[in-house]
């Protein structure tokens, strides 16, 4: 029998540190490699693994990167059980821009591109740094 997510789902505190490594790390490989392959195919002027100093601590633009998308991946293992119920255009509405960021190209290819290394990486990275242990039983 299927079994279902349920709204008492919770997260241990090294699940949710597994995600933010998990995450920060899928930023700096897949993500990375998504925008440099959609840079050498002229698709997008986004650059990869880009070092400028970013403010409020000068740390490099891709670290900065990484440290946010090791926060979305806490937000990934705690709606990670929800997944598989439409997940469909949420970044971009939060982010005050319009839903599929109005549908303009190349946006409407890099973003999903870029998005979905993101997510593999980080469920990947996740599986990895958790020994591939599947749902508990119980």
């Given amino acids: 029998m299927a079994r279902s997510a349920s709204l008492t789902f919770t997260a241990s505190a090294s699940r949710l540190a597994l995600g933010f490594l998990a995450a920060f790390l899928a930023t700096l490989t897949l993500h990375q490699i ?9 698709v997008t002027p986004a650059t990869p693994w880009v070092t400028e100093p970013v403010p409020p601590f000068g740390v490099p633009r891709v670290i ?8 979305w991946g806490i937000v990934f293992v705690l709606v990670e059980p929800w997944l598989a119920r439409s997940f469909w255009f949420v970044v971009l509405p939060l982010r005050g821009a319009p839903v599929g960021g109005g549908f303009r190209w190349p946006g409407v290819t890099v973003g999903p ?4 290394l993101w997510g593999l990486g980080t469920a990947v990275f996740l599986g990895v740094l958790s020994g591939w242990r599947g749902p508990s039983s119980a």
């Fill in 64 to 71: 900065s990167l990484a440290f946010w998308g090791g926060v």
């Fill in 34 to 42: 998504g925008i440099w392959l959609l840079h050498e195919l002229a």
């Fill in 113 to 116: 591109i870029v998005d979905a």
